[in-house]
């Protein structure tokens, strides 16, 4: 009998398909608290695990005697100790194309929201004495602007589509792709040095990794006015080095959804600058997305130990077959 942990709140949609499983024997524990304290004295017992943004790490992987899979309400995993799960043999699977639309959407509101001062706008008309900010004509028009976008994956091919209907020029970077091959169809791809200096508007939709995608050095090589836009992963951003741009004006504007430290601290330094607009990690959280996000991780992890998971959305293929899953001693 197979017993599944849900770490985080879930859509109702997915509590019901919780139930549907219960129905059919399934031991299901549901935790809703997002916080690996919470989850951790259950996944001695769990042969699967289904968790949202909270850690897992090895330590807590150590414990988890029975664990075949961890199915992430997501298509992120760094939070996630990889290198742990492959040393055991778990698998791991991410939720695939369910939440590109709302991300790119929410990308595409930073960038307008940026351009038209909407954070000084809403202000100009609450507080008494700023109804003349109007003629300092500060928002400005995203028509005919170029747009780079690093990362061309399905999130930024969506946003490529929708800045297209504001006759945005749009250009990619992407690294993975100039290995593999761009897609047909897709916008004129740049090297990174070349797209800072073209863009516009910048929108980042990568995987962080051991060093910030826009650094010190690469916030040089920009255009003085630039509106960038940060959907992708903490860290893939050097908050330093923007804070220090929106400060002096070298950069005009920033949207934020995800932060270094989550959630940030009052001494964030972007926390200061009232071009910069913030939102708390949502842009995947519409109520469409997640429904899709917790029907898909639930299944992935009930398919992956019914061996009809699809390969596609498992990171380590190589785990496949739950009956290879060494046990701890």
Known sequence: MARLLVAGKMHPSGVALLKAYESRGVIVDYVEEVSEASYAPLIAEADALVIRTQPLSAATIAKARKLKVVSRHGVGYDSVDLAALNARGIGLTVVGDVNSISVAEHAMTQLLACAKRALRADRAVREIGQWGWRNRLEPQEVFNRHLLIIGYGRIGRHLAKMAAGFNMQVRAYDPYLERTGWPEGSVRPVSLEEGLAWADFISIHTPRGDRPTLGAEEFARMKPGVIIANTARGGVVCER?????????????????????????????????????????????????????????????MNFLEGTVDSSLVVNPEHLDPATVPLPA
């Open 241 to 301: 080095a923007l804070a220090e741009g929106l400060a002096s004006g070298h950069v005009a504007g920033a949207g934020l959804d995800v932060f270094d430290e989550e959630p940030p601290t009052r001494i964030n330094p972007l926390f200061t600058h009232d071009n910069a607009v913030l939102s708390p990690h949502i842009a995947g959280l519409t109520a469409e997305c997640s429904e899709r996000m917790a029907l898909s991780s639930i299944e992935n992890a």
